[in-house]
T-cell receptor
Framework: EAGVTQFPSHSVIEKGQTVTLRCDPI?????LYWYRRVMGKEIKFLLH????????ESGMPNNRFLAERTGGTYSTLKVQPAELEDSGVYFC???????????FGPGTRLTVL | AQSVTQLGSHVSVSEGALVLLRCNYS??????LFWYVQYPNQGLQLLLK??????LVKGINGFEAEFKKSETSFHLTKPSAHMSDAAEYFC?????????FGAGTRLTVKP
């Protein structure tokens, strides 16, 4: 069974540009989560989808971040316009409904210059 | 609100020595507790978890952790370190809805 996949693995952009990160969860997992780790700090929750609906987006830093989950399958996280402080590793995780174990993808390392 | 504190951002042990990575948590409800490991250039992998029942939890690769409610701790141990254990380890707490992570502990294993 394929795990959680994320694309791209690395992205280097300039301040003011737009970047879109993609996450494909494990098939059949209705829960999808986005997290971010800024250099040397803890992994922070961004938001949680249940199918295509946003269950909790309390961790989204500001309105430059937009997350979508088309048809309850893959999810995208767009940053527009990117700022220097957006640099970090963005992780995606998925889980089945009514379970506690989240399975993580390898992350996307975003560098904003 | 829930939170996690990992004591020591870097831990170094010799091969064959005991590994002890410390984690303390706070939670307003009975917590679910997790340890994840991240090897270089890979994603987070679940090592072990505590939900209910036995407080001593065994995980993969010889690791185990003990839930101590009175100490609000969930320390990770391994009796004998191996070179392949070098990685970053994350403790996490869940209130059954959201997960909160510690800042991570990077484990170095010296030959």
């Amino acid at each position: 069974e394929a795990g959680v996949t994320q694309f791209p693995s690395h992205s280097v952009i300039e301040k003011g540009q737009t970047v879109t990160l993609r996450c494909d969860p494990i098939s059949g997992h209705d829960n999808l989560y986005w997290y971010r780790r800024v250099m040397g700090k803890e992994i922070k929750f961004l938001l949680h989808f249940v199918k295509e609906s946003k269950q909790d987006e309390s961790g989204m830093p500001n309105n430059r971040f937009l997350a979508e989950r088309t048809g309850g399958t893959y999810s995208t996280l767009k940053v527009q316009p990117a700022e220097l402080e957006d640099s970090g590793v963005y992780f995606c995780a998925s889980s089945q409904v009514q379970t506690d174990t989240q399975y993580f993808g390898p992350g996307t390392r975003l560098t904003v210059l | 609100a829930q939170s996690v504190t990992q004591l020591g951002s870097h831990v170094s042990v010799s091969e064959g020595a005991l590994v002890l990575l410390r984690c303390n948590y706070s939670s307003s409800v009975p917590p679910y507790l997790f340890w994840y490991v991240q090897y270089p250039n890979q994603g987070l992998q679940l090592l072990l978890k505590y939900t209910t029942g036995a407080t001593l939890v065994k995980g993969i690769n010889g690791f185990e952790a003990e839930f101590k409610k009175s100490e609000t701790s969930f320390h990770l141990t391994k009796p004998s370190a191996h070179m392949s254990d070098a990685a970053e380890y994350f403790c996490a707490v869940s209130d059954h809805n959201d997960m909160r992570f510690g800042a991570g502990t990077r484990l170095t294993v010296k030959p």
